[in-house]
């Protein structure tokens, strides 16, 4: 693979949650090509399976079926973690996405949606739905921390924390409102966590993507023919590049941020890796 620079992580155990979606699978590529162990950890066990066995035929890599809202699910993929790797160096919470009960079909309110039964305004946004989004994307990368950090308190060299937020954590996107609330809790969890264990050695950051194209979120990028949805035109427009990102473009920092060498001083910050769209106001 095409990497920017070799990050120095031989030796270390590196544990990543969604490691079988497009993201989190690439940052599995990127830290097995500078030499750590790495455990793929998936709620869907054959996409981590398929991750971790293309990164067997060059490194050590395992899949392990985790479900980062379930403590006894991490606990026990925890054991696994120790028992085939040993402890963990890195983790990397990239487990989470949004969910069509948390999002409107409206960007802005339009009253005849409350007579329409077609339409699902702010109001008709399932409460469940809304939980589980918010749980998905801040509460998971909680329980996982509480449970892998363990690893890093007391050690030499300490740990490294990498979460994943969103841009949308600086300025909500429309229809998503839960996933924006939890992305912005990322990020401030994030700084909470590198105040707390500073004195530990173990540094928290983390990313925040502009906009990539996924599965998770192509049905409100794409039409069913393959051309772009209007949302598509309207993000393109307003970075600066011009492009959706690619998983390659996450790699220089994901491997700085893991690297003590590279950014031992460096902790409590939230990387945009955007195209320029924070930059842009529009005009």
Known sequence: MNMPFKANLDSKVAVITGGGGVLCGG??????????????????LGAAESVAEELSSTGLAIAVKADVLDRESLAAAHEQVKKRLGPCDILLNGAGGNNPRATTNDEEFDPAALSDPEKKSFFDLDPAGVNFV????????FL???E????????????????????????????????SAAKAAVSNFTQWLAVYFAKEGIR?????PGFFSTKQNSALLWNSDGTPTART??????????????????????LWLCDNKCSGFVTGITVPIDGGFSAYSGV
Request: glycine share 12%; no cysteine; aromatic share 10%.
């Open 204 to 208: 928290a950051n983390a990313m925040a």
């Open 148 to 179: 892998f950090a363990r690893d890093m308190v007391g050690r030499p060299g300490g740990g490294v924390i990498v979460n994943v937020s969103s841009m949308n954590a600086y300025r909500p996107l429309t229809k998503i409102p839960a996933y």
């Open 134 to 141: 918010f749980g998905l994307n801040f509460t998971g990368p």
């Open 27 to 44: 940052f599995a590529r990127a830290l097995s090509a500078s030499g750590a162990k790495v455990a793929v950890l998936d709620i869907d």
């Open 233 to 254: 035109e309207k993000i393109l427009r307003a970075t600066p590049m011009g492009r959706f990102g690619e998983v390659e473009d996450l790699y220089g920092t994901l």
């Open 144 to 146: 996982t921390t509480q």
